[in-house]
Every structure is written in structure tokens, then in C-alpha cells.
């Protein structure tokens, strides 16, 4: 089906051994929601059906005629907020309401020449009030559905761009999305960066009870000289960066200024959300990637 607003396909795919169905709407020639299907049962009672959504952003498909020229991607990014990991994004949706670092500067990684998922919680998940807090983790409850998600879409974009490195991508809680995709998913993404990394103490988990030192990918950890929030302290950062064992690569990158915070400590709009300096930060990530995949 196709109109002015959207179009919408229906694809079957196999994700993790089983039936995986895919609908894509696109809002628009970069931007488009992606929904997978039928890779897990939901944990709840809810007669719903379980999907999870991403927002996909692919440079490569801009349009000259509105002012942006097409790039040839380096690496697709999954991208992980922190919170409770709930965007509830909706077919059609363009933007995500979220000031999320990684969220807000979606555009940023796309424009440096990188394939974006900015990705959501699963349906079942989005129906918790706590969403994905105290979930993450595969001790945890519901923590191997999670991995299941995880799974999912990194199977899905594996299958759309098989010629590029996949690299999860999380801040704040989310930090914990992007580890335990490299330290327990069966094919774990390419590299990870964490910023703003939740090395706790935190009652709802943290990345002192993820196995580090099993990731064997490199790892960027990205961390804010003023991040006043007790979970994220960049004091912890080096002691982080170290637990990285088996990973070939791992390195530590800090920043300081930026603007006055608008925001709570632990909120995304201050240092623990690298608030005014977003391109700054980007652009020694995203040098970072390329020197890594060198």
C-alpha cells in the first residue's frame, strides 16, 4: 500500500530459529519504523501481539531534491536510551518526543555516515510501568526475553546490510542494553560504546553484574567530567574501561563544558547527557568507529 504519507510493507523473515514477520512504514525517504513479530510469546497475560519497534534511519536513501545529498554508510548503529528504554514509537512516527542523548542526536550519527536504529522496548515490556528498568540482564526477570529483543533486531539489520559492521551504541541505563548484547547474544554486534555508563551501585541492576571481561569486541566508554549522577560517576570510567579483558580495543574518551544544565543530574539535558556539546561527542565517537573497523 502506498500513498503521500507512507508506505507500508509486510515481509516473512527467520530471527533466532523462528518465524519473524516485518512491517515497515516509511514516514519519509530517511526515516522509517520497523516492526518485528513473532520471534518470542509476550511474558504477560495480554492477548496483544508481541513486536518490537525501531526507528531506522539510513542515509544512503536521502533525496537530493530536498537539500541532502545520499551517503554511502560506514556502520549501522543500534542505539540504546537509558530510563526505562520506553519510546512508544508509532508507525508513522518521525520523531521521538525524547531528549535522550542518543535520541536526540540520531541525525547526528546519520550524518557522519552511519545507518541509525534508535531502538524501543518490546510491546509487553512498554505495558510495564517500569518498562525495561530491572530487566535488562539475563538473571534478571523477564531479562531473557530481553535478549530475545536484542536478538531480533540485530538479525534483522544484519539481513539489510550484510556488508557493514553492527555496533550497539547505549547511554545511561541503556549502557547496559549495549553490553549485554556483546557479552551474551549469540552473534554479538562488532563494538560497543557506552556514555555516561551506569556503573551503579543501582537497586534496578547495573554493569557490575554484566560479564565484562567476556566481550571480545572493541569497546569506546564515554564519560562526562561533570556528570553529577551517583549510578553514571566518571570517577568509575577507568576502572570500567579496565574490566575489558578479552575485548582487542578498548579505550576511554572524557569532555568537559557544555551548557548550563536544564535538567536534573541524572536527566538527559545536563552533563550526563553531554548537553552542549552533542557534536563534539559525536565526532570523536563516531572517528573512534572508523579507527576501530581500520
Given amino acids: 500500500m502506498k500513498n503521500s504519507l507512507a508506505m507500508l510493507a509486510v515481509t516473512a523473515i527467520l530471527v533466532g530459529g523462528g518465524p519473524a514477520f516485518v512491517r515497515e512504514v516509511h514516514a519519509g525517504p530517511l526515516v522509517q519504523v520497523v516492526e518485528l513479530s513473532g520471534y518470542r510469546p509476550r511474558f504477560d497475560l495480554s492477548p496483544d501481539p508481541l513486536f518490537i519497534r525501531y526507528m531506522l534511519i539510513d542515509p544512503s536513501n536521502a533525496v537530493p531534491a530536498d537539500g541532502f545529498e545520499p551517503l554511502d554508510p560506514i556502520a549501522v548503529l543500534m542505539l540504546f536510551i537509558g530510563g526505562n528504554g520506553k519510546l512508544n514509537l508509532a508507525l508513522l512516527q518521525q520523531n521521538t518526543g525524547s531528549t ?70 547505549g547511554t545511561s541505563r541503556g549502557t547496559i542494553g549495549a553490553a549485554v548484547a556483546a557479552a551474551y547474544a549469540a552473534a554479538p554486534p562488532d563494538g560497543i560504546v557506552l556514555t555516561s555508563s551506569l556503573t551503579g ?50 579505550e576511554l574518551v572524557t569532555f568537559t563544558g557544555g551548557s548550563a544544565p536544564l535538567s536534573g543530574p541524572c536527566d538527559p539535558l545536563s552533563p550526563h547527557g553531554f548537553f552542549g556539546i552533542e557534536q563534539k561527542v559525536i565526532g570523536a565517537v563516531t572517528k573512534w568507529i572508523k579507527k576501530a573497523e581500520k
Fill in 100 to 169: 535522550n542523548f542518543v535520541a536526540r542526536t540520531r541525525y547526528h550519527f546519520a550524518a557522519e555516515r552511519y545507518v541509525v536504529a534508535l531502538v524501543d522496548a518490546a510491546s509487553d515490556f512498554l505495558d510495564l510501568g517500569e518498562g525495561l528498568t530491572g530487566h535488562r540482564q539475563p538473571h534478571q526477570l523477564h531479562g531473557d526475553k530481553y535478549l530475545l529483543d536484542l536478538e531480533a533486531v540485530m538479525s534483522d539489520l544484519r539481513t539489510r546490510y550484510r556488508a557493514l559492521p553492527l555496533w550497539a551504541v
Fill in 201 to 250: 551501585p543501582s537497586g534496578a541492576g547495573d554493569l557490575q553484574t554484566v560479564d565484562i571481561e567476556s566481550i571480545n569486541v572493541p569497546a569506546l566508554i564515554a564519560a562526562h567530567q561533570g556528570d553529577a549522577c551517583p549510578a553514571t560517576n566518571p570517577g568509575d570510567a577507568t576502572a570500567l574501561k579496565n574490566r575489558f579483558t578479552s575485548s582487542p580495543l578498548a
